[in-house]
């Protein structure tokens, strides 16, 4: 399943140029920039830590390496991103995979050309690797109270038990632990802050990660509110990028606040769940995030709306609050109060303590919507 935005990277030393991009990029909700290099020397490092699907690199770019030994270089280390390259019509330049050219773009071109080719060349590379189809999930709630760990925890265990994609679950309330809460992990299991804060390698996660009975891995918050404080939003994109190159999925259970750290999450993620309930409190509250997430520049595809305990209405009209809301939830879970203690209580997943409930088969379906089976199943196994 492709991501609502292609993460694009570009490389380009020629000021004017690098701004016409800009220009372009912007208008488009389908593309996000990440950001634009001027050192072809600086690319590998980024890509790594910012993961981007493509690479825009001008084939004239000049310094210590140029934009053709660039792409080759990209390609030779085995780097996930379609590389398109433009050039001017007086330098021709032919498409060659073998060598990180995987399409070629000539100046002037239009904003309908470039997001054009940058769809084509993204959709032909998720083809070609699968895992790069990796979805990054937050599970985010303006309110407390509405059951958001739990359907993390349990949207999660879905995924990776219902569809077969392997799962890792984060615990993003990094003040308060919940998900140690909620599963009764020992105080002194392995959290975020045992990972390096300089260079994150895939054998640093397997001392870190606890695992679950359920069987998914889950990376902990810190044990005690104040070491909150030693994690930063580079920590965040740094951990959040290795995991998608070793999960088919990962969900993030996030705090109720927008701190810099939450909101390195949700830039991060593919998709936001914004958990509602039938409240006015929460109403009026996700409608105030929703003018935030506006102002940040997250198209309304980013978000989806998780309307949970949804045949308890609590004397709210249903139709006023999917006016209220814009449009009608993308995803609906029932009540189960009894069956979510008990489950809760002794720490394990509703959707495999009873299957067969109502509410476990809203999760599943969901889970199913939102990571397809023909993703990248057990990627990084």
Excluded: C
């Amino acid at each position: 399943m492709p991501t609502d935005q292609i993460r694009l990277l570009v490389v380009e030393d020629v000021p004017q140029v690098a701004q016409y991009v800009r220009g372009l990029v912007a208008a488009s909700p389908r593309v996000k920039l990440l950001d634009v290099l001027h050192d072809g020397r600086a690319v590998t490092d980024q890509v790594v830590q910012q993961r981007p699907d493509v690479v825009l690199i001008d084939a004239l770019l000049q310094g210590r390496v140029g934009g053709l030994e660039l792409a080759a270089h990209l390609r030779r280390a085995g780097l996930p991103p379609a590389i398109v390259v433009i050039t001017v019509p007086q330098r021709p330049v032919s498409t060659d995979a073998e060598r990180g050219v995987d399409a070629v773009l000539s100046m002037p071109f239009t904003g309908y050309e470039l997001v054009n080719l940058l769809q084509s060349v993204h959709q032909a590379q998720l083809e070609r690797d699968p895992a790069a189809s990796s979805r990054l999930l937050g599970v985010f709630a303006p309110k407390g109270g509405v059951g958001k760990t739990t359907i993390a925890f349990n949207l999660a265990v879905a995924i990776q038990q219902h569809v077969g994609a392997k799962t890792v679950l984060v615990d993003g309330s990094l003040q308060f632990g919940d998900l140690r809460a909620l599963l009764k992990v020992p105080a002194d299991a392995p959290s975020i802050l045992e990972l390096p804060t300089d260079r994150i390698a895939e054998a640093d996660l397997a001392d870190v990660l606890w695992r679950d009975p359920s069987g998914i891995d889950i990376l902990l918050a810190p044990p005690r509110i104040e070491m909150a404080d030693m994690v930063t939003p580079r920590d965040v994109e740094k951990v959040l990028s290795l995991l998608r190159r070793v999960y088919a999925a990962t969900v993030v259970d996030l705090p109720t606040n927008l701190s810099d750290l939450t909101l390195a999450f949700l830039d991060a993620a593919d998709v936001i769940l914004e958990v509602v309930t039938y409240d006015s409190t929460t109403i009026r509250n996700t409608v105030s995030v929703a003018d935030t997430f506006r102002a940040i520049g997250y198209p309304p595809s980013k978000i989806h709306y998780v309307l949970n305990r949804a045949d308890s209405t609590g004397g709210l009209d249903p139709a006023m609050v999917q006016s209220t809301l814009g449009r009608v939830p993308e995803h609906t879970i029932v009540s189960d109060g009894r069956l979510v203690v008990e489950a809760n209580n002794q720490g394990l997943p509703f959707v495999l303590a009873a299957p067969d409930a109502p509410i476990s088969a809203d999760v599943r379906r969901m889970a199913g919507a939102l990571v397809s089976s023909r993703g990248p199943v057990g990627a990084g196994a």
